[in-house]
Nanobody, 119 residues
Framework: QLQVVESGGGSVQPGGSLRLSCAVS????????IVWFRQAPGRERNWVSC????????RNADSVKGRFTISRDNAKNTLYLQMNSLKPEDTAVYYC????????????WGQGTQVTVSS
């Protein structure tokens, strides 16, 4: 079956760190770019970080640049989002999206994992 499963979320104080994981199965991971999204209650879903198929190219949204690092291990079918210097405004549900560079794109979404940053 096709699966995208996020994990690693939780509660942390401002300035703390978390590492999110995204485990995939049922498709060939190295054919897909990956985009991490997040959505807070009452807010729209926005992308925060993305990585190319081979991992050579990455890009972060301005709100997380310098604090978040995206990476992938295709051999282990796993993606990561290292989050440092966390702020209360980072509180959201984080989602992993696998997508092909085609039109129309083929994509798979995970169920999300909750991140809460508060004192």
């Amino acid at each position: 079956q096709l699966q995208v499963v996020e994990s690693g979320g939780g509660s942390v104080q401002p300035g703390g760190s978390l590492r999110l994981s995204c485990a995939v199965s049922g498709f060939t991971l190295d054919e897909y770019a990956i985009v991490w999204f997040r959505q807070a209650p009452g807010r729209e879903r926005n992308w925060v970080s993305c990585i190319s198929k081979d991992g050579d190219n990455t890009r972060n949204a301005d709100s997380v640049k310098g604090r978040f690092t995206i990476s992938r291990d295709n051999a282990k079918n796993t993606l990561y989002l290292q989050m440092n210097s966390l702020k209360p405004e980072d509180t959201a549900v984080y989602y992993c999206r696998a997508v092909t560079a085609t039109f129309p794109p083929q994509e798979f979404w995970g169920q999300g994992t909750q991140v809460t940053v508060s004192s």
